[in-house]
């Protein structure tokens, strides 16, 4: 997809108080970040933010770190988290910008993720682009390194695709299966369901949302 470039964005982030820019430094500290002690939830492509923005203001006793790449992006996410908060103070959410598939120098063992939300990211259709994928084999081993046993991933997507293929990387990584749905919207289950904006135009054009909630050994 593409960006629109934002040249406002760098500059907003950088003034900003909950956007890290060199997330290298908090690695294996992540809890010195906040303002408070709390499990540490994690979102990989946190996109505009209107996600992490809804949750992380929704649950205040939970510290919440949203990674993405792009400036232009993390800029409206920064906005959005603003409005979400309306004032008040941005003390458990931390934005930043890195490549996932480098996310082991920026978490560490002593970070001790206790979730991982991932919303619709890319499904990287192409079987020499599978390694891509955020729920690949191979990145579950490197979100394994940083997380508590127990850990879960929240896994939504309209990539019936990808979701198959995600059922295969978590069973192979032997991670338990708590929640599943083909169709989020029409069999709920998912207690308190935050809807994404691609949630949303993907669900008006028809097309189920899939979702599972598995845990790491």
């Known amino acids: ?13 950088l003034a900003c108080g909950f956007f890290v820019e060199d997330p290298r430094m908090a690695r294996g500290a992540w809890q010195k970040e906040f303002a408070q002690s709390a499990p540490l939830h994690l979102e990989l492509g946190c996109g505009k933010g209107s996600f992490i923005a809804a949750l992380a203001h929704r649950n205040p006793e939970i510290n919440y770190l ?7 992006v993390l800029g409206l996410s920064k906005r959005n988290i603003e409005a979400a908060y309306a004032g008040d103070a941005v003390d458990n959410l931390r934005l930043t910008a890195w490549d996932i598939e480098r996310i ?21 259709p192409k079987r020499r682009q599978n390694k891509k994928r955020l729920t690949y084999t191979r990145q579950l081993e490197r979100y394994r390194s940083f997380c508590v ?5 929240h896994f939504k997507t309209d990539s019936d695709l990808l979701f198959d293929a995600s059922l295969k990387y978590f ?4 991670f338990e299966s708590l929640f599943l749905t083909r169709d989020l919207h029409r069999e ?6 935050i809807v994404t904006e691609h949630e949303k135009m993907f669900s008006d054009e028809g097309i ?9 050994p």
């Open 104 to 124: 082991t120098d920026i978490l560490a063992p002593e970070d001790a993720v206790e979730r991982i939300y991932i919303n619709f990211c890319n499904p990287w």
């Open 149 to 153: 046993p127990g850990c879960e991933i």
């Open 188 to 193: 709920g289950g998912y207690p308190d369901n």
């Open 66 to 72: 949203a990674i993405d790449m792009i400036d232009a």
């Open 171 to 174: 069973e192979a990584m032997d």
């Open 1 to 13: 997809m593409h960006i629109r470039p934002r040249p406002w964005a760098r500059p907003e982030l």
């Open 208 to 216: 189920p949302i899939k979702m599972t909630v598995v845990k790491m």
